[in-house]
DNA sequence: TTGACAACTGAACGAAAGTTCACTTTAGTT
DNA sequence: AACTAAAGTGAACTTTCGTTCAGTTGTCAA
């Protein structure tokens, strides 16, 4: 014969059951107050607070946010939390063998539009994603803004003039555009120093300094990765580089997997914001995605600590596996 | 040239989807307050609050209560809500083909067992889904309760005895049983008439009527239903009967599709508790449920409106349908 | 440009929900 | 039968939520 209270406590843990049900689906199916469906179910308002968090605890009553954006919420969510963002973008990938730059691009335009406001210094870089997303900054009449690069340029126009992005984006908003009319790479710390020193871009600099915002992206240090880059970094310089621990650069500015700056000859050749000051301005947005550049995102992210990043849904998953 | 305001206005709208699907993430994922949702979308609070009823308005938000057990509560409140019943227990049922009663029972008796309580005095009917509920009422030692019989039983004891079913009721909770030794259908209205008046049945039915809980259930009319009952009705009377609008009983009184005792001679020959007695116990469980049933359960409902249905799944579709 | 209108935003209030504590009831034990 | 431990229940309080109203911003048309 089966012990009595084992009967017992079955029979009153179904009763539980039953009633744990009934709340929650007259709570949530049928919208009433728990006032209401405590009366209904003829307990204690308080009763009906405890059967539905146990019902929420047993998972009995599951919320689900339709949508395929749902998705990338939650991908955005975890970057911010994982990486300390105040924001992070992930753009929907439709083909996981495409380039990505072009949803990064639209995202970014998308979202340097809406940060955009009267009254405001912005920092840029330049790069292939940021060229692609001028079609997607809406422009606007706004007063008072001003453009800073943030780095030099180079000599030899390809597929775009890095330089054309800052003066496009100042055109966009009838800002006013300061560039740096020096390349990105001198050949050697004393021209770096001269130019500095007697072209006013130490004037530029200070500006960039004051940048409000800063909006850049991150570039690999692969073979084929940023072919642009090749014109100005030959094999051997590439090579010492990755042998000094370089994962790829920000702003010119070469860092290890750690985000710390190597050193390596080729960063006192270099005209651009250095990391500090970078990490000094108050919005640092960081566009940038693709599969070579998990590594050096990641680097980026711990050298000047973006405030936001903007990059698609592979990458934000790669990112986020480990 | 697009308009420049469908631009803006897409835009707009676009960032509104996106500020709302975060905020609800947020709130319904991550389980924040609707307060540090806004600090961290970094608008107001009231915003949020806008932004998640905006959420759940559009369908967004989709809240699920999992488990088999949950679209029975759906078919019990819509009994209750339909019939106006205080509450409705529908038993799943696990065969379409197969005869509910045994799971009707099973339910029955753990309602049963948890309406019982010390002091209680409680009328019962009798049949064959009371009676298999018999192993599913959890017995118990309670005081000064009282199990009277709300109609008469039969002579002819056949795979169960009637009167049984109150006798073994009372057993179980050490009760003080009050039986009414009398058949249900006596063969004239003068028959009724002494029985009622010489053998102190009048007692029990004042007793009966003082009842606080009232178990009983529904008798179909055609031919294959309710077997035993053929031993009293011939085919005579039964076609008598359906041919003044019955469709079947509850306790002997035979009602029509409305609930309304039909006006028919056997009516003054049932020795039982009248409808409008029933109705004044204060709950009636009303136990029932099969096809043939349909009809009459509704008809039960409208005559004595009980404050308790139990039946099962099939039947309970049956009756929601039309 | 300027004025009117609409949409959005924020503050204050009242309602609802959740938590903590003390108490009652109940089951098991001596 | 009386005691103890534990589970369950209810009341007061705090926090959170939702609604209403007033103010603001931005937008469109004249």
């Given at each position: 014969?089966?012990?009595?209270?084992?009967?017992?406590?079955?029979?009153?843990?179904?009763?539980?059951?039953?009633?744990?049900?009934?709340?929650?689906?007259?709570?949530?199916?049928?919208?009433?107050?728990?006032?209401?469906?405590?009366?209904?179910?003829?307990?204690?308002?308080?009763?009906?607070?405890?059967?539905?968090?146990?019902?929420?605890?047993?998972?009995?009553?599951?919320?689900?946010?339709?949508?395929e954006l749902a998705s990338l919420t939650e991908l955005q969510r975890d970057l911010e939390k994982r990486f300390g963002l105040q924001r992070a973008i992930v753009a929907p990938v439709s083909d996981a063998k495409a380039d990505p730059t072009a949803v990064i691009a639209a995202a970014?335009?998308?979202?340097?539009?809406?940060?955009?406001?009267?009254?405001?210094?912005?920092?840029?870089?330049?790069?292939?994603?940021?060229?692609?997303?001028?079609?997607?900054?809406?422009?606007?009449?706004?007063?008072?803004?001003?453009?800073?690069?943030?780095?030099?340029?180079?000599?030899?126009?390809?597929?775009?003039?890095?330089?054309?992005?800052?003066?496009?984006?100042?055109?966009?908003?009838?800002?006013?555009?300061?560039?740096?009319?020096?390349?990105?790479?001198?050949?050697?710390?004393?021209?770096?120093?001269?130019l500095l020193d007697q072209c006013g871009l130490e004037h530029v600099f200070k500006m960039a300094q004051t940048a409000e915002i800063a909006v850049f992206g991150a570039g690999g240090i692969s073979e084929g990765s940023t072919t642009y880059k090749l014109d100005h970094l030959n094999?051997?310089?590439?090579?010492?580089?990755?042998?000094?621990?370089?994962?790829?650069?920000?702003?010119?500015?070469?860092?290890?997997?750690?985000?710390?700056?190597?050193?390596?000859?080729?960063n006192d050749r270099v005209i651009s914001v250095d990391l500090e000051s970078l990490a000094r301005i108050p919005q640092r947005v960081l566009v940038s995605g693709g599969n070579d550049k998990i590594v050096v995102i990641k680097a980026a992210i711990r050298a000047v600590s973006p405030t936001v990043l903007v990059t698609d849904e592979l990458t934000a998953r790669s990112l986020l596996k480990d």
């Open positions: 014969m089966a012990p009595p209270h084992a009967q017992r406590a079955r029979t009153k843990s179904d009763a539980g059951d039953e009633l744990r049900l009934r709340a929650a689906w007259i709570y949530y199916m049928e919208g009433e107050t728990q006032s209401n469906v405590a009366a209904i179910l003829g307990v204690n308002r308080i009763t009906v607070t405890r059967l539905l968090s146990e019902a929420r605890r047993r998972g009995e009553v599951t919320i689900q946010i339709k949508g970014a335009g998308s979202h340097i539009s809406a940060l955009m406001r009267a009254g405001l210094t912005i920092g840029v870089g330049w790069g292939r994603t940021l060229h692609e997303s001028l079609p997607h900054i809406e422009g606007r009449n706004l007063k008072d803004v001003r453009v800073v690069s943030l780095l030099g340029g180079i000599m030899e126009a390809r597929r775009f003039n890095p330089a054309e992005f800052a003066w496009r984006f100042a055109e966009l908003f009838e800002a006013e555009g300061y560039l740096i009319p020096a390349p990105a790479l001198v050949d050697s710390a004393e021209a770096r120093k001269v094999e051997i310089e590439r090579k010492s580089l990755t042998d000094a621990g370089a994962v790829g650069d920000v702003l010119y500015n070469f860092i290890d997997g750690e985000g710390v700056p190597v050193k390596h000859p080729i």
